[in-house]
């Protein structure tokens, strides 16, 4: 089931569809895909103008492993982030990526655990 106001565009997603499949199947060095225009415009816009600060940012980790800034906590930024999160994790979202990837049986974590917002500053680097 979709949402009325959908931050994605699904529709222009499942015309591509069968086109991903293929750039994801045929990616190097290893499968993947990148999707241009993936969200709204105004959400995109909206996103970008009010991405939480550096030295706002829940975790900051600078150590050798990583420099970076990182926030989980949706309910404290600006609430176009949870419409997102929300969408990404969405049952509509999830058979998309299954279908894209082939990857069956693909569930959406209700944890924030790897994901949210994430900000690395000039000269620092994220440990993926």
Known sequence: ???????INFSSLRE???TLRTEF???LPMRHIVIDNFL?????????NSFPLYDSMERIRNSVVEKRASETRLDLV???YREI????RSPAFVSFLAEV???SGLTATESMDGAGLHQVQNGGFHNV
Do not use: H, I, W
């Open 1 to 7: 089931m979709e949402l009325l106001t959908s931050p």
């Open 16 to 18: 591509r569809q069968d």
């Open 25 to 27: 199947d045929e990616a």
């Open 40 to 48: 709204d415009d105004d959400v995109a816009r909206k996103a970008m």
């Open 78 to 80: 600006n609430p176009v």
């Open 85 to 88: 999160f929300e969408t990404l």
């Open 101 to 103: 990837t082939g990857f």
